[in-house]
C-alpha cells in the first residue's frame, strides 16, 4: 500500500543523511545503530573494520543535501518504507589513521555523490536507514 510523505518526513531523511554520515566519518558505532537497521549497520561496520584492517579512516564532513526525491513510500503490515533519490555534497577523504595524511579525496573540495536511501519505520515510529544503493 502507497503512504504519503510528509515535510517533517523529508526533513528527517535530510537529518539521517548528515547524522549517518557524520557517524561514520567519526567510526561512531553507537551514533550508527541509533539511526539504522541491524541489516545495514552490519555493512557499515563491515566497511568500518575493513578500514581499520587497512590502516585508513574515511573521514566525512560538510554533508549538504541538494536535492531529494522520494521515489516511493509504501506500508508493510506495519511498517512503513520510503525510498529516496538523495543527492549531496560533502568532503570525502581517506585518510592514513597514523600520519592523517590524505590518502585519497581532496579535504578542501566537496563532491557530489547520488545515492538511494531507504527509510523504514514501524508505524508512526521513527525513521531509520534501511539500505544504500549506488544511483
Same mark, same amino acid.
Given at each position: ?54 590502516? =585508513? ?5 560538510? *554533508?549538504?543535501?541538494?536535492? !531529494?526525491?522520494? @521515489?516511493?513510500?509504501?506500508? %508493510?503490515?506495519? &511498517? ?14 581517506? =585518510? ?5 595524511? *590524505?590518502?585519497?579525496?581532496? !579535504?578542501?573540495? @566537496?563532491?557530489?555523490?547520488? %545515492?538511494?536511501? &531507504? ?17
Amino acid at each position: 500500500m502507497e503512504i504519503g510523505v510528509t515535510q517533517a518526513d523529508r526533513d528527517r531523511f535530510e537529518e539521517l543523511l548528515s547524522e549517518v554520515q557524520s557517524a561514520f566519518g567519526r567510526e561512531d558505532y553507537a551514533a550508527l545503530r541509533e539511526r539504522t537497521t541491524p541489516e545495514i549497520m552490519s555493512y557499515l561496520s563491515e566497511e568500518l573494520s575493513q578500514n581499520a584492517t587497512q590502516g =585508513r579512516r574515511n573521514e566525512v564532513s560538510d *554533508v549538504r543535501l541538494l536535492q !531529494a526525491d522520494v @521515489a516511493e513510500a509504501w506500508r %508493510e503490515d506495519d &511498517t512503513d518504507y520510503a525510498t529516496a533519490a538523495l543527492r549531496y555534497s560533502s568532503i570525502d577523504v581517506m =585518510r592514513d589513521r597514523t600520519s592523517n595524511a *590524505v590518502l585519497e579525496g581532496d !579535504a578542501g573540495k @566537496a563532491t557530489e555523490t547520488t %545515492e538511494h536511501w &531507504t527509510f523504514t519505520r514501524p508505524r508512526g515510529g521513527a525513521w531509520k536507514l534501511s539500505a544504500i544503493q549506488e544511483a
